[in-house]
């Protein structure tokens, strides 16, 4: 399994990012879909995740803000954030699990994709 993710930039604080990751080669095998940020010194946090069977999860830090959504049919997954506040910026990863967790952590994750840089700044 692959994972590209894309869609990150430069964006001033209130304002609003949509990033994809597309997974190709055996993603028939794939459960949950997270994403994870890691700011520069600190550690690598989960952002959202959602699993084959449609349950979605947002982490407290982002919740109201940050929507996740899953098209099982083009094996794409987005998430999109809006009210960006600096305290987003970080490199955002989109990873692949084969089983089913409803408390990842990114030591259980199978497949990483590279990160996609997100700074929000004035």
């Known amino acids: 399994v692959q994972l590209q993710a894309s869609g990150g930039g430069l964006v001033q604080p209130g304002g609003s990012l949509r990033l994809s990751c597309a997974a190709s080669?055996?993603?028939?095998?794939?459960?949950?879909m997270d994403w994870y940020r890691q700011a520069p010194g600190k550690q690598r946090e989960l952002v959202a995740f959602?699993?084959?069977?449609?349950?979605?999860h947002i982490a407290d830090s982002v919740k109201g803000r940050f929507t996740i959504s899953r098209d099982n049919a083009k094996n794409m997954v987005q998430l999109q954030m809006n009210s960006l506040k600096p305290e987003d910026t970080a490199v955002y990863f989109c990873?692949?699990?084969?089983?089913?967790?409803?408390?990842?952590?990114?030591?259980?994750?199978?497949?990483w994709g590279k990160g996609t840089q997100v700074t929000v700044s004035s």
């Open positions: 959602t699993t084959s069977g449609g349950y979605t």
């Open positions: 080669g055996i993603t028939l095998s794939i459960n949950n």
């Open positions: 990873a692949a699990d084969l089983y089913y967790r409803d408390n990842p952590y990114p030591s259980d994750m199978d497949y």
